[in-house]
């Protein structure tokens, strides 16, 4: 079974209202501690996505509204889409986050590059628990690679 964007999402979506400032939007993201804050309308439908990295360009920001900086147009996939389909989106459009739709198109979650390293940590986790005599192995052939390299000057 293929593991689903679902499966890994964060489904606690907080959003920002269009117009307000970066300065308001930047102390709402570090409040909730999320790197990746998407702007709705006054219909509630989301018209972009400011991400932390944007804030971090812009010095005195309290009086510019998040328009000026969010991406546009909003990067999505539905719930179901396969994981590894939506890792390879986010890496051909070089962004770090995907909305993510219900079967109706609104908004459900968010996959950001920190929950794909968490799910990746804990597959890693599982992954050694399961060999640890593997696992050693590989570190001692790793660990003896590594010091003939070294032994060599390299």
Same mark, same amino acid.
């Given at each position: %079974?293929?593991?689903?964007?679902?499966?890994?999402?964060?489904?606690?979506?907080?959003?920002?209202?269009q117009g307000?400032?970066? =300065?308001?939007?930047?102390?709402? %993201?570090?409040?909730? #501690?999320? #790197?990746?804050?998407?702007?709705?309308?006054?219909?509630?439908?989301?018209? !972009?996505?400011?991400?932390?990295?944007?804030?971090?360009?812009? +010095?005195?920001?309290?009086?510019? +509204?998040?328009?000026?900086?969010m991406s546009? +147009?909003? =990067?999505?996939v539905e =719930?179901?889409?396969?994981?590894?389909?939506?890792?390879?989106?986010?890496? =051909?459009?070089?962004?770090?986050?995907?909305?993510?739709?219900?079967?109706?198109?609104?908004?459900? !979650?968010?996959?950001?590059?920190?929950?794909?390293?968490?799910?990746?940590?804990?597959?890693? #986790? #599982?992954?050694?628990?399961?060999? +640890?005599?593997?696992?050693?192995?590989? %570190?001692?052939?790793?660990?003896?690679?590594?010091?003939?390299?070294?032994? %060599?000057?390299?």
């Amino acid at each position: %079974m293929k593991t689903k964007v679902k499966a890994v999402m964060t489904k606690k979506l907080v959003t920002a209202k269009q117009g307000i400032s970066l =300065e308001a939007a930047y102390e709402l %993201m570090k409040t909730k #501690r999320i #790197r990746h804050l998407p702007v709705i309308d006054t219909k509630d439908d989301i018209v !972009g996505v400011l991400s932390q990295r944007d804030l971090s360009e812009i +010095p005195n920001a309290n009086k510019i +509204p998040v328009d000026y900086l969010m991406s546009t +147009p909003v =990067e999505y996939v539905e =719930e179901n889409t396969n994981l590894r389909s939506a890792i390879f989106k986010m890496l =051909e459009k070089k962004i770090s986050c995907l909305l993510i739709v219900d079967e109706n198109d609104e908004a459900v !979650g968010i996959v950001t590059t920190d929950d794909l390293l968490w799910y990746l940590a804990h597959l890693l #986790r #599982r992954e050694t628990e399961d060999a +640890p005599l593997l696992s050693a192995i590989n %570190m001692q052939t790793i660990g003896k690679v590594a010091s003939e390299l070294s032994d %060599m000057g390299l």
